[in-house]
């Protein structure tokens, strides 16, 4: 029987082998809803943090998590200085983007993840996209963009600076963090 797939644990060996050894991993969570991953980072003493556009699933996080977590838009022209102010961090290694794309429209996804990338002090960007429609979408109660991490990096890292999974399937994430 082969072993048990541990996707938190392949997050926290990842956002380590980038990060300086120095200090523990930052890992920031966007679209982090009720900060599932980000308690079970923390849990494996990574630095993690998370946003989400909506305050009021914010507020169904663990309390203890709570002070992690801030309301923030990955459109934000102000994002990383408000995570940096927020939570009192100067890098941060690894930024998750957890399943939320699909609800940013391609073209601002592009421009957001566009000016990331270019900040000082962030290192790798890793999406995790759905590659099947939330099941809100399916009933039209809301809009979502679904396409598969191929071509969520055609259309928004075309240089393939960023790493990109599908949601559902194993991290399986390189050693270099390239």
């Not at 990338?117 to 590659?131: I, P």
Request: glycine share 6%; charged share 30%.
């Amino acid at each position: 029987m082969g072993e048990r797939y541990d996707k938190i644990r392949e997050l926290a060996s990842f956002a380590e082998t980038v990060a300086d050894a120095d200090r523990a991993p930052v890992v920031v969570v966007a679209g982090c809803g009720t900060a599932t991953t980000v308690e079970a980072l923390r849990e494996r003493d990574v630095a993690a943090y998370g946003f989400d556009t909506s305050q009021s699933i914010l507020e169904t996080a663990a309390e203890p998590t709570r002070e992690f977590l801030v309301e923030a838009d990955l459109r934000d022209d102000d994002l990383v200085d408000t995570l940096r102010e927020t939570f009192d961090i100067d890098e941060i290694d690894v930024l998750v983007t957890e399943c939320m794309l699909s609800f940013v429209p391609v073209d601002e996804a592009e421009s957001a993840l566009a000016r990331i990338r270019e900040t000082n002090g962030v290192g790798v960007l890793l999406h995790q996209v759905r590659s099947d429609p939330p099941a809100a979408a399916q009933k039209g109660e809301i809009d979502a963009t679904i396409l598969s991490p191929s071509e969520w990096r055609a259309a928004c890292d075309p240089a393939g600076a960023d790493v990109w999974r599908d949601a559902m399937e194993r991290l399986d994430l390189p050693d270099d963090g390239t």
